[in-house]
């Protein structure tokens, strides 16, 4: 079994709600959820919004490896309303240098470490290149590593 770290976020609609389902989700779909973070809200980060988002760590076994993760993330993303429109990882057409384009979304779940990974990839990036950044992401993390 591999252990994962997921980093969870939502900004639209019922946003604990939806955290509650997209862990329930990952629990049927990727593995067993074994530890959970306490939910951290926090402000839009690296775009301006007057939706603050509520966020969530968690740490889940699983038999499946770095891709299917990923795939599972994109398909309970999908099943819990986000679309193309909420999506970060498009670049941003006016720059010389493409960074990602953030939206409101009513979620967003990421892989923030698999094992002891590392990870390169177009589509794949382990650790999560970013998470050392976000205080959303590394205080409920910090709170449920070992």
């Given at each position: 079994?591999?252990?994962?770290?997921?980093?969870?976020?939502?900004?639209?609609?019922?946003?604990?709600?939806?955290?509650?389902?997209?862990?329930?989700?990952?629990?049927?779909?990727?593995?067993?959820?074994?530890?959970?973070?306490?939910?951290?809200?926090?402000?839009?980060?690296?775009?301006?919004?007057?939706?603050?988002?509520?966020?969530?760590?968690?740490?889940?076994?699983?038999?499946?490896?770095?891709?299917?993760?990923?795939?599972?993330?994109?398909?309970?993303?999908?099943?819990?309303?986000?679309?193309e429109v909420h999506a970060t990882d498009r670049p941003s057409p006016s720059s010389n240098h493409p960074s990602p384009i953030y939206h409101d979304r009513p979620i967003d779940i990421d892989i923030l470490l698999f094992d002891d990974l590392h990870?390169?990839?177009?589509?794949?990036?382990?650790?999560?290149?970013?998470?050392?950044?976000?205080?959303?992401?590394?205080?409920?993390?910090?709170?449920?590593?070992?």
């Amino acid at each position: 079994m591999h252990q994962v770290y997921l980093g969870l976020g939502s900004n639209l609609g019922d946003k604990e709600e939806t955290l509650r389902k997209a862990i329930s989700l990952i629990n049927e779909q990727i593995g067993t959820v074994v530890r959970q973070s306490a939910l951290f809200y926090s402000e839009p980060w690296g775009y301006e919004s007057e939706n603050q988002f509520v966020n969530a760590v968690i740490l889940v076994e699983t038999p499946l490896s770095p891709h299917q993760v990923l795939k599972a993330n994109q398909h309970i993303e999908h099943q819990l309303g986000k679309t193309e429109v909420h999506a970060t990882d498009r670049p941003s057409p006016s720059s010389n240098h493409p960074s990602p384009i953030y939206h409101d979304r009513p979620i967003d779940i990421d892989i923030l470490l698999f094992d002891d990974l590392h990870i390169d990839e177009p589509d794949l990036k382990i650790p999560h290149p970013l998470m050392h950044e976000r205080p959303f992401v590394m205080i409920p993390l910090n709170e449920i590593r070992e």
